[in-house]
């Protein structure tokens, strides 16, 4: 049974940083073909990609946030970790991760929202 | 980056209604889309991939089409259960990217 669990700060300031972690199980981020999405859903608004780890640690991320994302990953304790740095109020979101198998982004995680506040 | 594109972008139907709804892509990405149904407050759950394969456990009802710039997904009889938004997403290439959604309304 395949499922993942997003946790992390509920609330930052602004120019803080964002770090969320995905702790997964049913599957290994060893496996050739798998890997973990990050994605994010402001209030209202729709779904936005943000980055990618390979099995191989190949790593990927959104054009417009790629200075400041970074992903990886811990295939000891199946965690993946993002972090955002220099947080803004339009930063605030539901953030999913979400596993990827041959193209298919086929289990998702419950998701953690974040708020941005002073 | 790949843009995709949703339309419409809400539509109200009617329990036992066909409904179909379009997702375009900027360049042609095969048959590489993949189709999300998300319900308020819950992550979203995947529907369909590779533009036209039903994933196990999803209603015969659901079905998808297409290949190179357009798809559609279409909803043979609307259930009470399926009014929700919709999502296609590419995974052709990196960044994966997100349609705006479709929202399905009850009329």
């Known amino acids: 049974q395949v499922t993942l669990r997003e946790s992390g700060p509920a609330l930052l300031k602004p120019t803080e940083t964002l770090t969320l972690t995905c702790s997964f199980s049913?599957?290994?981020?060893?496996?050739?073909?798998?890997?973990v999405n990050w994605i994010r859903q402001p209030p209202g608004k729709a779904l936005e990609w943000l980055a990618r780890i390979d099995w191989d640690d190949t790593k990927y991320y959104d054009t417009s946030l790629e200075t400041r994302l970074a992903i990886s990953k811990d295939t000891s304790k199946n965690q993946v970790v993002l972090t955002l740095t220099n947080i803004y109020p339009v930063d605030a979101a539901t953030y999913y991760c979400?596993?990827?198998?041959?193209?298919?982004?086929?289990?998702w995680g419950q998701g953690t929202m974040v708020t941005v506040s002073s | 980056d790949i843009q995709m594109t949703q339309s419409p972008s809400s539509l109200s139907a009617s329990v036992g209604d066909r409904v179909t709804m379009t997702c375009r892509a900027s360049h042609s990405i095969n048959k590489y889309l993949n189709w999300y149904q998300q319900k308020s407050g819950k992550a979203p759950k995947l529907l369909i991939f590779?533009?036209?394969s039903l994933r196990s456990g999803v209603a015969s009802r659901f079905s998808g089409s297409g290949s190179g710039t357009e798809f559609t997904l279409t909803i043979s009889s609307l259930q009470p259960e399926d009014f929700a938004t919709y999502y296609c997403?590419?995974?052709?290439?990196?960044?994966?990217?997100f349609g705006q959604g479709t929202r399905v309304e009850i009329k």
């Open positions: 590779f533009a036209s």
């Open positions: 049913g599957f290994s981020l060893n496996t050739s073909g798998v890997s």
């Open positions: 979400a596993r990827e198998m041959a193209t298919i982004v086929d289990f």
């Open positions: 997403q590419q995974s052709y290439t990196t960044p994966r990217t």
